[in-house]
């Protein structure tokens, strides 16, 4: 995965934390972790596309998030950002290799193949039962301060 996955899903985390319903500044985002504005805004644009995040043009606009964490799972955000092709693509080499056969799927019939679906769907599984909502409770229990810190960070920030 890019390090946008990444960034998409501590922005989102941070929106979630935002309770005055004011849209963040994609610069505002990106001054938070001292990250490329440019380049996040390219990942927000992907989670506005996604349906994740909310955005509002002009001076007083940002982006906010669109559905609450509850209904944001970890694989909403790494599909926005990544897409849905698998991470392994099998090539088919073992047509090339001694005894292949030019008939025989062998995205079906690899075992490499299979064990690399089987690993994926697994990792899917588990981020599709992880919501934003989850990872927010996780870290509020750990680092209770960190909302009020990131509130007051951002309110800093837009000035």
Known sequence: MTEGVEWALHASLN????????AVPAA???AFYELPPAYLNKQLQALTRAGILTSTPGPRGGFRLARPPEEITLLDV??????????FRCTE???QGPGGEPDIDYRKSCVISQTMRQAELGWRQELAMRSLADIKATVERMWPATPARTRHHFATLRG
């Open 15 to 22: 929106l979630a934390w935002v309770t005055d319903g004011q």
């Open 28 to 30: 505002t985002l990106a």
């Open 78 to 87: 790494v599909v926005a950002i990544e897409g849905t092709e698998e991470a």
């Open 93 to 95: 080499i073992l047509r």
